[in-house]
């Protein structure tokens, strides 16, 4: 397998940073308790309390760290790195991103008239328009899990530029606020992982809207700043959220790399429950269109270095019960990546069938305006592992469509513009795989997966 998970346990919320040209993946350590909703029955039984760092200058290869406090997202300053995950605990600090310490820089205390049902999920970052070192946090108003008021409404709250050494009162306020006022506890929007990250000319507010899915840890949303906008002169409440993957990678960041930007979140560990934790993602790199959104592709170089044994397909079309016309491989595969260019003009569907006996597929669908990772079999309703929008104009001509099949984890690219990540219920063993699409297939391959070799992260940034 070529995601990477811990031999021991598998990896929750993640926390990326680059250095020297490796991947520094601190994550949040499952311990055992694998509900995110038990703790609402017994406050002790929360899904992690410690830190893991993995280290890595390949992404399937990684050196792990156990770490003494709860380290998230980190900011370099003169050599020094910091980091804070709530306003009650230290900060830390470090010279080397293992070895940390508790530290007294960049004090804040929570506006407990503002936010009087506290805030968690602090996250510094460094804002060159304000000069200064800032953080957003999960702020709530009410928050009936902990007795404070009832419902659970709360915000993305930022503050303003804290000072080095002070005495943690900073000024603070609300940036982005949820509509949960008269909603159900259990499916009020909560906002986790919160990210402020400048991409060009724009400032972009990520977050993971926890409650929405089968999973419960949210999906990664975004709202686009204006150019040459400071984070102070703008207004997100009433601007647009967009996606950048489905409901089944979870609490992604995205983390800068040189001139770059690489997206990482937790695959769960169960195609249809809660269960808290799961595997890492390949390395998805995200750039930014002419329009200001944002668009995602599977790290170029890293693309390459997994492809073994390719081969171009013959493209004969047979009629099938579920898919209309497929053409299938000449042989059954196990751990591979496909993929087609298909003629999507005149298209309604087309996509993949990606195992055969248990109907796993993709499928680009024009009526719903989805690409998706599915089952269907006879005789039952469709299943939806994962979903993501696409816009209308990828229909309007050729699309390249990939997929990576890696024991029971599917990952999706459309265009180089669109990824998608899924967590199937079956691994996949001697499948047969078809690409399908009436009049649409213009070339189809295959090819196994392997680990790579020879390859380092700093060949994506070539």
Aim: net charge negative; with cysteine; glycine share 8%.
């Amino acid at each position: 397998m070529i995601h990477y998970k811990s031999k021991e346990w598998y990896i929750g919320d993640v926390h990326p940073f680059y250095h020297n040209d490796r991947l520094y993946l601190f994550y949040l350590k499952p311990n055992g308790i694998t509900r995110c909703d038990a703790c609402f029955d017994d406050p002790e039984k929360v899904v992690c309390n410690s830190t893991v760092l993995a280290v890595t200058d390949d992404y399937i290869n990684f050196e792990e760290h156990l770490i003494n406090g709860i380290i998230v997202n980190i900011v370099e300053v003169d050599g020094i790195f910091y980091t804070r995950y709530n306003d009650k605990a230290h900060a830390f600090e470090s010279t080397d991103l293992v070895r940390w310490k508790q530290s007294e820089k960049y004090p804040i205390s929570l506006d407990n008239h503002l936010f009087p049902a506290g805030a968690r999920d602090y996250a510094l970052f460094y804002d060159a328009d304000a000069g200064g070192m800032r953080v957003t946090t999960n702020a709530y108003f009410t928050n009936e899990h902990n007795g404070c008021g009832t419902g659970l409404e709360c915000a993305v709250g930022i503050s303003g530029v804290i000072p080095r050494e002070g005495d943690g009162n900073v000024e603070q306020r609300v940036l982005y606020p949820l509509e949960n006022r008269g909603r159900n506890i259990m499916l009020s929007a909560e906002p986790e992982c919160n990210q402020m990250l400048k991409i060009g000319k724009r400032w972009y507010l990520f977050t993971s809207l926890a409650r929405q899915t089968t999973h419960w840890v949210g999906p990664l949303s975004y709202w686009i700043g204006n150019e040459n906008t400071p984070i102070d002169s703008e207004e997100y409440t009433h601007k647009r959220e967009y996606r950048l993957d489905g409901e089944d990678l979870c609490a992604a960041q995205v983390a800068p790399y040189g001139d770059k930007f690489f997206k990482f979140g937790w695959i769960p560990m169960s195609y249809h429950n809660q269960e808290w934790g799961g595997h890492l993602n390949l390395p998805h790199e995200v750039y930014q269109l002419a329009n200001g959104k944002l668009a995602c592709r599977l790290a170029p170089e890293f693309a390459k270095s997994i492809i073994s044994e390719e081969v171009s397909q013959t493209i004969v079309l047979n009629p099938s019960t579920f898919f209309g016309p497929v053409a299938y491989a000449n042989e059954r595969m196990q751990q591979y990546g496909v993929e087609a260019r298909l003629d999507l003009s005149a298209a309604d569907r087309a996509g993949f069938v990606l195992d055969d006996r248990n109907g796993i597929h993709v499928e680009l669908c024009r009526e719903s305006g989805l690409m998706s990772v599915k089952r269907k079999l006879p005789g039952a309703a469709d299943y939806v592992f994962a979903s993501l929008e696409i816009e209308p104009g990828e229909w309007c001509g050729d699309a390249i469509l990939h997929a990576i099949y890696d024991d029971d984890i599917v990952e999706v690219f459309l265009n180089e513009k669109y990824a998608l990540c899924a967590r199937t219920d079956n691994n996949n063993k001697n499948v047969k795989v078809g690409v399908f699409g009436n009049g649409t297939v213009k070339e189809f391959s295959t090819y196994k997966l392997r680990k790579p070799t020879g390859y380092t992260l700093s060949m994506d940034l070539m």
